[in-house]
């Protein structure tokens, strides 16, 4: 071992705070992906009393470990702070010039952490990862200068993925209102076509509903629709495939041979569960979420992929329809049906949902309008992507210390510029 490998337990110290006044409000959770997070217990009726507070740069973990999909839930808080349930331990670090709490959460996220975790775990009912077993934890503690250092180089990446994250946000929103601008407030620019068809060419570009564009009642919609436009079903306008098992040739990461990405039923890394070698769906599509608390949860798929079990590929007929589909679904309120009241959707069931069938002309100027947003969403994934990737090299050299050479910091320094040069741009 090498020697700046040393024991987690003489640095850190176990924090009991109950919420005896009830001062702290915030409840949070923490999640797999080691994030604070919302919580969704229901509390109706709950002694908050009870509950831990947990200051900013403590750590609180679940010790249950068997129900994680193999990940332990820890996370450090970077708000003043919030309450948590009793089920979890809170932690802190006794001295922070000897041991910086980022650090210490470096360690945690990377996956070696995980698999250390659960071979750890014991007991019969619920494997635990006891507070023993942490402080058991082994890890290489540098000075605090390098701490510093790893920290301020790696925090760099997690600041540009969270950014390029904003941005997608952004111009999602952006998109988003040029759909319900036209698509639900019907007010796309009247073709120059109709407005002749009016008398009025004068109206060409304007827009239609407050123009004066002609609306009728849609008895399946329930609603008033610009004239000459229906309703349809989604299995009408494109293919619908359920996801398939897991193929047999999957990578964690991307190979020269696995590059065509994976996606699963889940919203962490938007689904990403690996890499194969070859894709099931070649063409543009969106992929919906199939079961469980996240049903209904929409994805845009630019590249070639393959879905897995519980999630849904929906692959538009007409190319021109990609964006508008894309908002459509999102739009879908699964919980009216009897089947997502129990938390799943079948390929049939969303092959049926009605949906608003526009113009063929305003479809494609639709499209138009809104790829160049797509496509700039899809340069920054790839971005996140290789970000991503450069964050993983950075954790996992935490246990080389000693021997990192300058020129794989070089390297480390030439993949950041590498994909972050085309948000610069």
Avoid at 67 to 86: F, G, W
Avoid at 94 to 120: H, S
Avoid at 394 to 405: D, F, G, Q
């Amino acid at each position: 071992m090498r020697s700046t490998y040393k024991k987690l337990g003489p640095y850190i110290r176990e924090v009991v705070e109950k919420n005896s006044n009830l001062s702290v409000t915030l409840l949070l959770g923490v999640s797999v992906s080691k994030e604070f997070i919302p919580s969704i217990a229901n509390t109706i009726g709950t002694d908050m009393s009870r509950y831990k507070i947990v200051r900013e740069k403590q750590f609180a973990y679940g010790p249950v470990t068997s129900r994680n999909s193999d990940k332990i839930s820890i996370a450090l808080l970077s708000v003043p702070e919030c309450i948590i349930s009793t089920s979890y331990t809170v932690f802190e670090i006794i001295d922070q010039e000897k041991l910086l709490p980022e650090y210490l959460m470096m360690w945690f996220r990377r996956p070696e952490f995980d698999r250390y975790a659960r071979f750890k775990s014991h007991g019969s009912v619920r494997e635990l990862f006891g507070w023993d077993e942490m402080c058991d934890v082994e890890l290489p503690i540098p000075s605090i200068d390098k701490q510093r250092e790893i920290v301020k180089e790696y925090q760099t990446v997690v600041d540009r993925i969270r950014l390029n994250a904003r941005l997608n946000e952004k111009l999602e929103e952006a998109a988003q209102a040029i759909y319900r601008r036209w698509f639900v407030e019907f007010e796309f620019p009247m073709t120059a076509e109709y407005a002749a068809s009016i008398g009025k060419p004068e109206l060409a570009g304007q827009p239609y509903k407050s123009s004066g564009g002609e609306m009728v009642y849609n008895e399946v919609l329930e609603q008033d629709i610009p004239k000459g436009w229906n309703n349809t079903t989604l299995g009408s306008v494109a293919n619908i495939l359920a996801g398939g098992d897991r193929p047999k040739d999957t990578s964690p990461c991307k190979t020269e041979t696995c590059n065509i990405p994976v996606y699963s039923n889940t919203t962490v890394n938007e689904g990403l569960y690996g890499y194969t070698s070859s894709a099931r769906v070649t063409d543009p599509s969106i992929t919906v979420s199939a079961r469980g608390a996240i049903i209904g949860y929409t994805v845009l798929r630019l590249e070639p992929f393959v879905p897995i079990v519980r999630l849904i590929a929906v692959t538009p007929k007409d190319k021109f329809s990609l964006s508008y589909l894309y908002f459509a679904i999102k739009g879908f309120r699964y919980y009216d049906d009897a089947a997502s009241a129990q938390g799943q959707l079948t390929a049939p069931e969303i092959s049926s949902f009605s949906v608003l069938q526009p113009d063929a002309c305003i479809l494609k100027t639709f499209q138009r309008h809104t790829s160049v947003v797509l496509e700039n969403i899809r340069a920054f994934r790839d971005q996140i992507s290789l970000l991503d990737r450069l964050a993983g090299v950075l954790l996992s050299r935490m246990t080389k210390m000693e021997s990192l050479e300058p020129t794989a910091l070089g390297q480390d320094k030439l993949m950041f510029s590498s994909a972050t040069s085309g948000a610069e741009a």
